[in-house]
Nanobody
Framework: QVQLQESGGGLVQPGGSLRLSCAASGRTSSSSTMAWFRRPPGQDREFVSAIDWSTTSKFYASSVEDRFTISRDNAKSAVYLQMDKLTPEDTGIYYC?????????????????WGQGTQVTVSS
């Protein structure tokens, strides 16, 4: 089993920045993909970004690729999401996810483990 815990959400003004963190514990594999998804108000969960174990492959949704940066520290079993130039459309609950098979998917069904989420609100 793997447990994921997100942190770093909050309220920020448009144009501002936030850095989300996700700490994994338990039986994490050495080939896992870690990802961030979000659920905007009234909408389904959507892909934001993913990173493979080697950290050489990174994937972004088109809506965030010029503003968000994903990274991970395997020694700490952690993944991060630096979010810059935030807009109100970035508001939502942000979830950390882990796929032990390392498929590098943008689909929720590929991920076996999920955190409980952290709220990000972008508003003036």
């Amino acid at each position: 089993q793997v447990q994921l815990q997100e942190s770093g959400g909050g309220l920020v003004q448009p144009g501002g920045s936030l850095r989300l963190s996700c700490a994994a514990s338990g039986r994490t594999s050495s080939s896992s993909t870690m990802a961030w998804f979000r659920r905007p108000p009234g909408q389904d969960r959507e892909f934001v970004s993913a990173i493979d174990w080697s950290t050489t492959s990174k994937f972004y949704a088109s809506s965030v690729e010029d503003r968000f940066t994903i990274s991970r520290d395997n020694a700490k079993s952690a993944v991060y999401l630096q979010m810059d130039k935030l807009t109100p459309e970035d508001t939502g609950i942000y979830y950390c996810a882990l796929d032990p098979d390392g498929v590098n998917s943008k689909y929720t069904f590929a991920y076996d483990y999920w955190g409980q989420g952290t709220q990000v609100t972008v508003s003036s």
